[in-house]
């Protein structure tokens, strides 16, 4: 009887951890803003091609350039997801080049909270690059990565 009940305990004690892993796996435990931007880019940093889902390419802008505007014109999805690989790997590349790597930049911060958008910063050298994130539906996504 007693063996009975341990293994009733061991048998809920299991099933209680699986439905909690499950739980935080389901609803993908959301990174704060900072970890967000930081993670994006250290992805692009990387050449990580997943992360360009975190990428508003229809709306981005990055260092004083709309990409959005040369993504939006392209004919086709093919072209589109072409252009998105080449993206990537030329912001890769050109860290790679230059010899910096994430850890060269310094002070993730929160800049600027507005209801409809959160800019975060981080320090590079004597500058300081911001971050755009607007708030709303349809997930967290990367719309400007601008110098201040």
């Known amino acids: ?64 350039t709309d990409i959005g505007a040369t993504y939006s014109q ?21 860290f790679q080049r230059g010899g910096v790597g994430l850890d060269k930049f310094t002070h993730w911060r929160v800049y600027n909270k507005a209801k409809d958008k959160v800019i975060i910063a981080t320090d590079f050298s004597k500058k300081v690059l911001l971050f755009e994130v607007p708030k709303g539906v349809g997930g967290r996504r990367l719309t400007s990565v601008q110098w201040k």
């Open 1 to 64: 009887m007693e063996e009975d009940y341990s293994s009733r305990i061991y048998y809920y004690g299991a099933l209680l951890t699986l439905i909690f892993i499950s739980f935080v796996f389901i609803t993908g435990h959301k990174k704060n803003d900072i970890d967000f931007c930081r993670d994006v880019f250290a992805g692009l940093i990387k050449g990580d091609y997943a992360v360009q889902q975190y990428i508003d390419w229809n709306n981005f802008k990055g260092l004083d």
């Open 74 to 94: 392209l004919p086709n999805d093919k072209e589109k997801e072409a252009y998105r690989r080449a993206f990537i790997k030329g912001v890769s590349v050109g």
